[in-house]
């Protein structure tokens, strides 16, 4: 594996291993776990992750790798397409014990990746390092290893980003539960802040074609491949396309709420069968 591959991280992994760090015994300096996700054409796409038990001493490391091979096999049986492809450690280096470990992943796929996340929060921040374990040394000489630095990337689904926003919401704030939105609300609070980037978008440009703001070429290819991508229509057209969707969408919600009122209806006359 060249030394330009991109690790591509999901929140859920983030999540996890933060879960993880906060269950952990409390004689456990880090927590370590085993990496799942997809390699293709040097982007090593890291989807999900679980905990591996461990114990670290001042001359050896004690892992239970049974129990890792057999929750991969659960795993593999959910989904089939996630491999394993590195493994994860919290805190904010590389440590002396990292190389007996990752000898153990090297054997189980091919370059693992080795993704470190601080929990300490150092620098008021989490931060997340990938690492490659590349050779080193001279022809007929003595040979090591280095862990070198790799570009490390978040990528996000749909519902992944939709579940990180509602996360946010909690930050700042004294109550540190949120409810799930309904289909209406979220559509109404993205229209809502799609409503503000776009002020800010006209301020920028005027800002610019005004001469209070020096341009930026980047920001301007970008503003052009989003004006080129938005379909040329009428404003009736678009209105016409526009209802026709928020029709089939409470068409979709009305049958929803139909069928879960049907359901608790059948469940009572059931009951009241029985009794």
């Not at 409390?26 to 679980?50: M, Q, S, W």
């Not at 930050?171 to 109404?188: C, F, I, S, W, Y």
């Not at 089939?248 to 009794?275: A, P």
Request: with cysteine; charged share 20%; aromatic share 6%.
């Amino acid at each position: 594996m060249a030394l330009n591959v991109v690790v591509k991280v999901h929140p859920v992994v983030l999540f996890q291993i933060v879960d993880a760090y906060e269950r952990r015994n409390a004689d456990a300096h880090r927590v370590i776990g085993t990496l799942l996700g997809t390699v293709e054409k040097g982007v090593v796409e890291v989807t999900n992750c679980f905990c591996v038990p461990h114990k670290e001493y001042e001359d050896q490391v004690e892992a239970e790798l049974n129990y890792a091979m057999d929750l991969f096999d659960l795993n593999r049986r959910v989904n089939i397409q996630e491999a394993i492809v590195g493994w994860w450690a919290t805190g904010n280096e590389v440590t002396s014990h990292s190389s007996v470990i990752h000898e153990y992943y090297a054997r189980e796929c091919n370059n693992p990746i080795h993704l470190t996340l601080d929990t300490t929060l150092q620098g008021a921040r989490m931060g997340i390092k990938a690492y490659l374990n590349v050779p080193i040394g001279v022809p007929g000489g003595k040979s090591g290893c280095m862990f070198t630095p790799v570009n490390v990337e978040i990528l996000c689904y749909e519902p992944e980003v939709v579940g990180v926003q509602l996360c946010q919401k909690t930050m700042g704030v004294a109550k540190k539960t949120v409810e799930p939105m309904m289909d209406l609300a979220q559509v109404a609070e993205a229209s809502e802040k799609l409503a503000g980037l776009l002020e800010g978008v006209l301020a920028y440009v005027e800002d610019v074609l005004g001469g209070r703001s020096q341009p930026d070429n980047a920001v301007g290819r970008a503003l052009l491949d989003m004006v080129n991508s938005v379909p040329k229509m009428s404003s009736e057209e678009f209105d016409k396309m526009f209802n026709s969707n928020v029709k089939d969408l409470l068409m979709v919600i009305t049958l929803s709420q139909l069928t879960k009122t049907q359901l608790q209806l059948n469940e009572k006359l059931t009951l009241l069968t029985t009794l």
